[in-house]
């Protein structure tokens, strides 16, 4: 009986950690465009993590690696970002002026990619993102994926965390 309880507890405990660091098929859209990614993105803590190359490219920013300092540059017209691996700390250079953001979850490698939050980024550049949740898509800046609008209500678009 005590076996019984132990093997149940611990598969509740494995079931529950495989859901808390979940990947799952997400799609995510940048002004409508669906945003290509050779990794799928992970939510880890309520957070969406996504390769950070991916949505920076996308929003038609470049993206540097300074492997000494093990920092991420993403620099898009008069914004410069840096995000050092393992830190809450986000350096943002915004028309000259220097400035901190702290993160709830910090930039880091997972399968060899480097994954950033995806709300807290793509705001710092100006965009609004949001979660549908019938679809399971990330919108940033965007209304695709396309739905007819008897389908489409307000409960369904969340804000992504």
């Given amino acids: 009986m005590l076996k019984q309880k132990l093997l149940k507890a611990v598969s509740f405990t494995v079931f529950t950690l495989a859901i ?79 400035s901190q953001l702290v993160l709830d979850i910090p930039a880091k490698v997972i399968d060899g990619r480097t994954m950033v939050p995806i709300r807290a980024i793509s705001e710092i550049f100006g965009s609004k993102v949001v979660w549908d949740k019938e679809t399971s898509s990330i919108l940033i800046d965007s209304t695709s994926p396309k739905k007819s609008e008897t389908t489409k209500s307000n409960e369904t678009l969340q804000t992504v965390r």
């Fill in 20 to 98: 808390a660091n979940s990947t799952f098929a997400i799609d995510i859209y940048y002004k409508d465009k669906l945003v290509p990614t050779d990794t799928s993105p992970v939510i880890e803590d309520s957070r969406t993590l996504v390769p950070i190359s991916s949505i920076a490219e996308s929003m038609g920013a470049k993206v540097k690696w300074e492997k000494e300092t093990k920092t991420a540059v993403i620099e898009q017209e008069s914004i410069k970002l840096e995000l050092i691996l393992g830190s809450k700390e986000v350096s943002i250079t915004k028309d000259g002026k220097k």
